[in-house]
């Protein structure tokens, strides 16, 4: 490396000890994040590049390793962009559920946005709660593609049983922005109900999340 590119970097890494990222625009986060997969070379044409080609940064870490690659990125470079989406994910799982207790609609809102954060295709997560709404485990149960997924009243009854739920909140998220429920939603959600009652354990809810926002069968009247 020679000394300008190192003294670049140099100063953009102070830069972000001094601020963290408040100060950076994006091509410059992904510059820096990318200085630790490209040793040698000027990040911050290949940030720009990128973010031209994907449209956004998030787009960017959105991308599949395939087509990170595609676009120029070495398989070290796309792995480690690919890790920040999925670390923020397990870092706001980690932290939404520990300790936590479900008291509203809007708590349980906000646990399961951090569970479905970033995912791509549709899964189905389950919230089991004790008496006192402490949560007791957040469980992925299953996925789908990007437009659908199966539900396993099986599984759902099973997982519930097993952390001795008193009372448990399905959600799974619409990738595609919607957050209509569909029939299917209605009537795994009727099913699932309709199992948990008979070992005494209760369905309090079914959220349809998609980013940031949700949609609660209970306070739709659909549950």
Known sequence: ???RLSGHRK????????AGLD?????EALEMLLFYAVPRKDTKGMAKDLIARFGSLPAVLDASVEELRDAGLSENAAILLKLVP???????????????TVRSTAD????????FRHEQSESVRLLCLNAGGKVLKLSRLNEGDVNAVHFSVRKIVETALQTKAVSVILAHNHPG???SPSKEDLDATDAARAALNTVGIQLLD?????GENYCSLREEGLL
């Open 86 to 100: 999925g670390m923020n994910r397990f870092y706001a799982i980690m932290t939404a559920g520990a300790e936590q």
């Open 177 to 179: 922005g919607t957050l």
């Open 23 to 27: 100060s950076f625009q994006d091509y």
């Open 206 to 210: 079914h959220l349809i999340v998609s």
């Open 11 to 18: 100063r953009v890494r102070e830069r972000y000890l001094r």
């Open 108 to 115: 349980a809102g906000r646990i399961l946005c951090a569970m």
């Open 1 to 3: 490396m020679d000394d």
